[in-house]
């Protein structure tokens, strides 16, 4: 089965609040930074139609797509790309951050969601992408690199933590 890249829905809450609290305390978000659990889905679903349009942006947010990976009507992971950067992405975040949830690992989404979101990042006027990982990240270097992905340099963010910058 395929997998695409989606707009949240209202099908998606209980998966996607299942998936927040299994990423929790692994020190990446499965929802944005931003999520907030009292507000409801419905809402949210709004909000982030909103950021992809660059409507009514909060400071710390720039115009940005949050997608639902869907294989065969199943949440298995999501992206987050983001269509302008600022201080922070352009250091640390990079246009791109993506994430499986842990039983659908080691099938190849992981690659196919950087892939199709490279080309919905080019499609809103990105050419050059850039896409961070920890240097400790294996999985995800190996994404990247199978995606183009060219070393740009291994960086150290302010808590000392080294990560890999790429471009595609
Ligand atoms: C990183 C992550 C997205 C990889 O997703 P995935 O669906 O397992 O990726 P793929 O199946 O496309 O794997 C691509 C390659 O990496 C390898 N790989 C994936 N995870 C690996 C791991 N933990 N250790 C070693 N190799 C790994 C796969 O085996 C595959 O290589 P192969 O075909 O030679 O076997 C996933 O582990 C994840 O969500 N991690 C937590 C969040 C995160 O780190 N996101 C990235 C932030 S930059």
Redesign the pocket.
């Known amino acids: 089965m395929p997998l695409v890249l989606r707009p949240f829905g209202p099908a998606d809450e209980g998966p996607a609040l299942a998936a927040r609290a299994e990423?929790e305390g692994?020190?990446?978000d499965f929802l944005p930074f931003d999520f907030d659990p009292r507000t409801p889905w419905s809402e949210w679903i709004v909000l982030m139609e909103r950021y992809r349009q660059g409507v009514d942006l909060p400071e710390n947010r720039t115009r940005a797509a949050f997608l639902a990976a869907d294989v065969d009507g199943q949440l298995?992971?999501r992206a987050s790309i983001r269509f302008e950067l600022n201080d922070f992405l352009v250091f640390r975040g990079?246009h791109i951050?993506?994430?499986?949830?842990?039983a659908?690992?080691?099938?190849?989404?992981?690659?196919?969601?950087?892939r199709q979101s490279v080309v919905i990042a080019r499609n809103e006027g990105v050419s050059d992408v850039l896409?961070?990982?920890?240097d400790s990240?294996?999985?995800?270097?190996?994404?990247?690199e199978?995606c183009g992905g060219v070393l740009e340099k291994i960086a150290f963010d302010e808590e000392g933590v080294a990560f890999r910058r790429y471009w595609i």
């Open positions: 990423f692994t020190g990446f298995v992971g990079g951050g993506y994430g499986v949830i842990s659908f690992r080691q099938k190849g989404y992981g690659t196919a969601i950087l896409v961070t990982c920890d990240n294996v999985g995800s270097v190996k994404v990247i199978r």
